[in-house]
């Protein structure tokens, strides 16, 4: 399989991710699989076979994206697809949100992207091929009051993935962003929940997610037909629809989820849920 093409993953030993490398693997790809889980990864690569290794990355490092990368060509010569998928959850209202809170959500999932652009990028213009999926959100189209933060950096992820894609396409490289709704990870139960019941929260919603191999597949069918955006569930594009065509109708019907969060605060002095990460 000298001629396999190559994707690295990121955040690539569980939700999504994990997904993405096992449909990845099932084609023949040859997968590197980059998470700040080491363990998990090496399980993961182990579980898929020959095809599959692991990495350990942390994407808030530039360096260290910069080596895995360079590793990868090293090692294989060529990088088709990078996978732009590590992201972390973050859930409060901005009155309770400090700059560190800020900051945390903003590093990884916006720079967290932008480190794995500047690593794979140039590499890739000069073998001439190659694409870049990033991973943003539904939460990156349209309004999420309640998760602002988290908001702020995956709608940051969307207008990188749009300009890149721009300049890109004079190299013919592809770009492309994915947007899911709202799926059965642990993005969410692993991240903060700051001044919010979690449960009271959740227990709430109107929408129940699907699952990570059906996103996954959604994402590489959208890959596969070298789409812009692509987005997993109807009521995403409805969402990302109504901002575009009319934004303060979007900001206005936002008001509903930010009624859903203060209603779930919990007393302002009592200490932030801290949900063990996996």
């Known amino acids: ?129 190659g694409h870049i999926v990033n991973t943003a959100s539904g939460a990156g189209l349209a309004p999420r009051p309640g998760m602002t933060p988290y908001s702020t950096a995956k709608f940051g992820v969307v207008g990188l993935t749009m300009s890149l894609r721009a300049e890109a396409a004079t190299h013919g490289i592809h770009v492309s962003v994915a947007c899911p709704g709202y799926v059965a990870t642990n993005i969410m139960a692993a991240g903060e929940y700051k001044g919010i019941d979690m449960k009271k929260l959740t227990d709430g919603l109107p929408i129940g997610p699907i699952t990570a191999d059906a996103a996954a597949a959604i994402i590489l069918r959208g890959a596969d037909r070298n789409k812009l955006v692509i987005i997993d569930r109807f009521y995403v594009w409805l969402d990302w629809f109504l901002t575009r065509l009319a934004p303060r109708v979007a900001v206005w019907a936002a008001g509903y989820r930010t009624s859903a969060f203060r209603g779930a605060k919990i007393d302002a002095d009592a200490p932030a849920q801290a949900v063990a990460k996996s």
């Open 1 to 129: 399989m000298e001629d396999s093409q190559v994707a690295i993953v990121t955040g690539g030993a569980s939700g999504i991710g994990r997904a993405l490398c096992g449909q990845l693997v099932a084609r023949g790809t040859r997968v590197v699989i980059a998470d700040f889980n080491l363990p998990g990864a090496e399980q993961a690569a182990q579980e898929l076979g020959p095809l599959a290794t692991a990495a350990a990355l942390d994407v808030t490092d530039a360096d260290a994206f910069e080596q895995v990368v360079a590793g990868v060509f090293e090692r294989h010569g060529r990088l088709d697809m990078l996978f732009n998928n590590a992201g972390i959850g973050g859930v409060g209202m901005a009155e309770d949100l400090s700059a560190a809170d800020w900051k945390r959500i903003v590093d990884v999932n916006l720079y967290g992207v932008i480190h794995g652009v500047a690593a794979a990028y140039p590499r890739m213009v000069q073998q001439g091929f």
